[in-house]
């Protein structure tokens, strides 16, 4: 059985950072992307970033490149997600997501059904 378990939210001021945490059971992570998600209230779930099984250079939506880090310790099994320069606007509640397809190189997992496997969140609150 596949489990994900966030961590790390909270509530932070703007222009604070915080560093969430996946940790996976049931998977090898070194074998999967790995993916970060965001659904703001009233809003639908949006991709944030992810990170390839292949190694390649992790990817972002637009709104929060430069702000946010994405890695991984395939050792704990564990995928991060630092975020910088919070803004109001990022408060969500953040889910990680696993996709266990293998694709080729340069392709982008950023839309929800391409994810197998999914944690119940972690809520983030950006005060102004």
């Known amino acids: 059985q596949v489990q994900l378990v966030e961590s790390g939210g909270g509530l932070v001021q703007a222009g604070g950072s915080l560093r969430l945490s996946c940790a996976v059971s049931?998977?090898?992570?070194?074998?999967?992307?790995m993916g970060w998600f965001r659904q703001a209230p009233g809003k639908e779930r949006e991709f944030v970033a992810a990170?390839?099984?292949?190694?390649?250079?992790?990817y972002y939506t637009d709104s929060v490149k430069g702000r946010f880090n994405i890695s991984r310790d395939n050792a704990k099994n564990t995928v991060y997600l630092q975020m910088n320069s919070l803004k109001p606007e990022d408060t969500a509640v953040y889910y990680c997501?696993?996709?266990?397809?293998?694709?080729?190189?340069?392709?982008?997992?950023?839309?929800?059904?391409?994810?197998?496997?999914w944690g119940l969140g972690t809520q983030v609150t950006v005060s102004s």
């Open positions: 997501a696993v996709d266990t397809a293998v694709y080729g190189g340069g392709y982008r997992a950023e839309r929800e059904p391409e994810y197998d496997y």
């Open positions: 049931g998977r090898t992570l070194s074998r999967c992307t």
């Open positions: 990170s390839s099984r292949s190694g390649g250079s992790p």
